[in-house]
């Protein structure tokens, strides 16, 4: 895989696997996980003004404006760990962030090798975030039904007492996934346009997943 192509989108609703499935990839390729939401949750635990505004979008499942975004993640891109192919976790959202995220790349002679859509019906995510926990020291996810840890509610990899999201509430779980259909869906059809969309089925468990999805980063 050439080097300025190891730039790789995965595009799904909340609960479609994104940051699970970036975990896998970033470890297997060596490529750097960027994930807006996790940029933020990072800025709200420690209470810096960016962290403070995106708190009052996040708790309510609303969409964080696109300008702090962009430039969050352009900084993030920036760093020297991005170089050599980043796997994109819940960035972009919007259309305008996908056509920041389009001139940036141009602009470091790079481009985004594959869209990957991870596609899941609703019903199956709702059920998926509410049985969500995560390791608040190294970000490990878990499912309580299909995933669960080793010892219940510790991290496997390091013993750390297991949290649920704030925004894993069923209100705010709902209002995220019509945010979703509503103002990230219709990125599918940007991409579609653009040639780079591959759609692989979500329900199927995590290690199939996986395996779709390397076949089609290998091939890159
Ligand atoms: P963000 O953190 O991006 O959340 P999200 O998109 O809602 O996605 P999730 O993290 O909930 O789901 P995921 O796809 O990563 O699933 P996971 O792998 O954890 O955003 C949070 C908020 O930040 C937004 O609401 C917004 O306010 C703000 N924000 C972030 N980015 C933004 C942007 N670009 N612009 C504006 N605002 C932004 O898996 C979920 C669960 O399912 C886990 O328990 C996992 O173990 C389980 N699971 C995973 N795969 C499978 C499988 N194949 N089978 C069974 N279970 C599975
Ligand atoms: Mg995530
Ligand atoms: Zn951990």
Redo the contacts with the bound molecule.
């Keep these: 895989m050439s080097d300025a192509s190891k730039y790789i989108i995965l595009l799904?609703a909340?609960?479609?696997?994104?940051?699970?499935q970036a975990e896998i990839l970033r470890e297997r390729f060596g490529l750097a996980h960027v994930?807006?939401?996790?940029l933020?949750r990072e800025n709200v635990a420690k209470q810096t003004p960016l962290g403070l505004l995106?708190k009052t979008?996040?708790d309510k499942?609303?969409?964080?404006p696109d300008d702090v975004?962009i430039k969050m993640v352009m900084e993030r891109i920036a760093r020297d760990d991005c170089a050599r192919g980043v796997i994109f976790?819940?960035?972009?959202?919007?259309e305008a962030?996908a056509r920041a995220l389009d001139a940036a790349l141009a602009q470091a002679n790079k481009k985004i090798g594959a869209v990957i859509y991870i596609r899941v019906p609703d019903a199956v995510l709702v059920e998926?975030?509410s049985?969500?926990w995560s390791c608040p020291t190294c970000g490990a996810?878990?499912?309580q039904l299909?995933?669960p840890p080793r010892v219940a509610g510790k991290c496997d990899k390091d013993g750390s007492a297991l949290t649920q999201r704030d925004?894993d509430k069923p209100a705010t779980v709902r209002r995220?996934l019509e945010v979703y259909h509503q103002q990230t869906a219709p990125l599918i059809a940007y991409y579609q346009r653009a040639g780079l969309l591959r759609e692989v089925n979500?329900e199927?468990?995590?290690e199939q997943?996986t395996l779709a999805l390397t076949h089609i980063t290998q091939a890159l």
Excluded: C, H
């Excluded at 909340?14 to 699970?20: E, I, N, R």
């Excluded at 499942?61 to 964080?64: D, M, P, R, S």
């Excluded at 976790?89 to 919007?94: L, N």
């Design positions: 799904g909340p609960g479609a696997g994104k940051g699970t994930s807006s939401g996790d933020f995106a979008y996040m499942g609303e969409l964080v975004t976790d819940g960035f972009p959202r919007t962030q998926r975030l049985a969500r996810v878990y499912n299909t995933s925004d995220r979500g199927q468990p995590i997943v």
